[in-house]
């Protein structure tokens, strides 16, 4: 079968731009799989995606006219079904072999094979291969339905009756393999070999392809359009850096900018503009914020990294004066920056301080009252957690930033730019005169805000930001509001790893139950004395707080198996091993800042030669003892203190176990006491030849039953002590 490469192209109007390159990399994908799973396409094929605002395409290599033929064997029915006593068909498998377009001259050709407990009755055929017109109108439909299209519209067809669903409305459609064209249809379209060009600077209209290999070429030589997705990103990034230079500047960093633009220009040109001084008295967030986001510009930093008063246009025209251009986006660009000179300068005629009670007629959630008081309650949290990491002095600062945190809420600037929350708040308060300390925590208790994010940069910072976030969990727990599958509305994903990254690797000296158990107390102390849910006021009335609390009893559990989870997915996803996490994290350490030393020791065990043998060892300690958990048998071996009676120790075996555990747990329990993982976990070492000789000579079940509690109170012993750091079973292979 001939072999050619092919080209489809769905031309249509301005695509969605920060869903083009989605749409263009499933549109390839889906059709090109398609292809290749009717035996069209090569296993090597090579796949070239092209996403432009007017155009959707694919080119594929190696694609043939009609798929290779096919032996197909298919299944009929059991041979009693199918053939009678004398051997002939029954009526039944006539039927079948009609339904393939055979008939009963081919019974005698039947294969018989056992399936099952029964012998069946199977018919081979030769199934001729697609051919290319059926096999690419199939994936064609399948790349159109399967685009990831969060909205579609609907239009009418050029005959004025018929209508189709579509993302945008679609006028042009292109197959060619090789130089042919493939006679296929879609959404009203017919293939051809003519597409459109740039609106205004084609050189030619339309432009005619040659064929599937000429597509790029022409429509950039002639169309002046640069097809490809992942080309013109990266001329736009080269042009931009070049145009900075120029100024001795830096562009912005912004990926997601630099793939939105992308997405709205088919022939990039980029341009130098500038706006006056005097606008940069704004914070810079703000005017990189509007420029960005309103204009999709890319503002100029010099090298200190601070804003300057140039920025830098994506045009999608290239005139040969291109002042006009300039001088208009200059012009549209002034009346965004006037406006976020204004609401800063309005903005810090009131201070932060006087807009806290404002915060009382802004409802957070229905079931959780206001953000006034969800305030109250962030600022008992972080000024507890100030007491304990820095005393008096911290708590006071932590305090007064908790109360401060939400009050740029209310502002014009955050009301205009809601993700400039807590960065406005730092400005306001450097002009309100407050500290530094207090100011920067204001910005940070948002932080971490993603993946990767920093986290707050002084102790009160920290101090709110955990209040925050723990405020966060507790009361969406509380009231049932739990993440499930990928549905996470509040981001309390989010705001657990936040948590864990803060005490982890901040070091923090706090224990995760005792911050949960703390959390919730503060929420039953601020619930309304009407105990009505919401606790949100009714208009007029005046509530009083109590102790009464509406918040789930099992709500801090939750929270610490939810973040636990958080938490095993995080260090596997920094390349811990499974068994290694979930050896430290099985015994549920309420201590984060103590996981990493935890895992550096557990991997420096499971390198010792003995490693092996005492995780076996442990494992099969652990479970004898499950199983006799709650036996009368078992009291011995029960609570803090185990005791052993040495007159009962009669095997050599279990004296000599009983003796190297009195030498060595002491050593790796004053080990643990000091933070030294590694060395109590590597004192156990010694461990594994008495351990290896108890089971080898000893039986612990035996019918004695003061003996068999003396034995299992040595084994309770053993455990104890081998499970300090980690569950050491967990290494078990």
Not at 152 to 173: C, T
Not at 572 to 583: N, T, W
Not at 684 to 710: G, H, I, K, T, Y
């Amino acid at each position: 079968m001939s072999s050619k490469n092919l080209l489809v192209e769905l031309f249509v109007e301005e695509l969605p731009p920060k869903s083009l390159k989605k749409l263009g990399d499933s549109f390839a994908e889906v059709l090109a799989a398609s292809l290749k799973s009717q035996g069209l396409a090569a296993g090597d094929m090579v796949v070239t995606p092209y996403a432009s605002p007017r155009r959707l395409a694919v080119h594929v290599t190696n694609v043939s006219a009609q798929a290779v033929d096919k032996s197909v064997s298919q299944k009929l029915m059991p041979v009693a079904v199918g053939l009678d006593t004398s051997g002939n068909a029954t009526p039944a498998l006539l039927k079948k072999l009609a339904s393939f377009g055979a008939d009963a001259l081919v019974v005698p050709q039947l294969k018989r094979a056992m399936d099952g407990k029964a012998e069946a009755l199977f018919y081979d055929s030769l199934v001729k291969g697609a051919l290319l017109v059926e096999g690419l109108q199939k994936a064609l439909d399948e790349a159109i339905a399967k685009l990831p299209i969060p909205k579609v519209m609907s239009y009418q067809l050029a005959d004025g009756w018929s209508s189709v669903n579509f993302v945008r409305p679609a006028h042009g459609l292109v197959a060619l393999h090789g130089a042919d064209i493939v006679p296929i249809s879609v959404l009203g379209l017919t293939a051809g070999r003519e597409t459109q060009g740039h609106r205004f600077e084609a050189s030619v209209s339309p432009v005619v392809l040659q064929d599937a290999d000429s597509y790029a070429q022409q429509l950039e030589n002639q169309g002046a359009v640069i097809a490809s997705f992942i080309a013109r990103r990266a001329e736009i990034a080269k042009q931009l850096a070049t145009a900075a230079a120029k100024e001795n500047l830096k562009p912005i960093g912004d990926d997601a900018l630099l793939d939105e633009v992308t997405a709205l220009v088919e022939r990039p040109n980029v341009l130098l503009g500038q706006f006056e001084t005097e606008y940069l008295e704004v914070p810079q967030e703000c005017l990189i914020l509007t420029m960005k986001a309103n204009q999709k510009y890319f503002p100029l930093l010099d090298s200190n990294g601070k804003l300057t008063n140039k920025f830098l246009i994506v045009s999608n025209i290239r005139p040969a004066d291109a002042s006009l251009v300039i001088g208009g986006n200059e012009r549209v660009v002034r009346p965004r920056l006037a406006d976020a000179k204004f609401f800063f300068d309005q903005d810090r005629k009131k201070t932060l301080a006087s807009r806290v009670e404002g915060l009382s007629k802004v409802v957070y959630h229905n079931q959780l009252g206001t953000q006034g008081e969800r305030v109250v309650r962030v600022r008992a949290i972080a000024k507890a957690i100030g007491q304990q990491l820095g005393g008096d002095a911290l708590a006071a600062l932590a305090d007064q930033a908790a109360m401060l945190a939400k009050a740029d809420l209310l502002t014009d600037m955050v009301g205009e730019f809601p993700e400039l929350q807590g960065i406005m708040g730092r400005y306001y308060a450097k002009h309100d005169g407050l500290s530094d300390e207090v100011a920067i925590a204001i910005e940070d208790h948002y932080k971490p805000r993603f993946a990767g994010d920093e986290l707050p940069r002084n102790k009160v910072g920290i101090c709110v930001a955990l209040a925050d976030k723990l405020e966060t969990l507790v009361g969406m727990f509380g009231i049932g509001q739990i993440p499930t599958g990928d549905k996470d509305p509040f981001a309390l994903r989010r705001h657990a790893l936040g948590v864990i990254r803060m005490l982890r690797d901040k070091e923090l000296p706090l224990s995760l139950e005792a911050l949960l158990f703390n959390v919730e107390n503060v929420f039953g102390e601020s619930v309304y004395t009407t105990g009505v849910k919401p606790s949100v006021a009714p208009k007029g009335t005046h509530a009083t707080l109590s102790t009464g609390s509406f918040i789930d009893k099992d709500a801090a559990k939750n929270i610490s198996e939810f973040m636990f989870d958080r938490l095993f997915g995080s260090l596997r996803e920094e390349g811990y091993p499974v068994q290694e996490a979930d050896a430290v994290l099985s015994l549920r350490p309420q201590f984060l800042s103590e996981v990493p030393k935890r895992l550096a020791a557990v991997r420096s065990f499971a390198a010792l030669p003995e490693a092996a043998a005492l995780s076996a060892a442990n494992k099969r300690v652990g479970n004898i003892l499950k199983k006799v958990e709650g036996d009368s048998t078992l009291r011995q071996a029960q609570g803090e203190r185990i005791e052993v009676n040495v007159a009962l120790l009669q095997e050599p075996a279990e004296q000599e176990l009983h003796q190297a555990l009195s030498q060595i747990a002491p050593k790796a329990e004053a080990a643990f006491a000091k933070g030294d993982y590694t060395a109590s976990l590597q004192n156990l070492a010694a461990l594994r030849v008495p351990v290896d000789a108890f089971f080898d000579s000893v039986m612990v079940n035996v019918e004695d039953l003061v003996l068999r509690a003396n034995r299992l109170a040595l084994l309770a012993q053993l455990h104890q002590a081998m499970n300090r750091v980690a569950d050491l079973s967990k290494l078990a292979a």
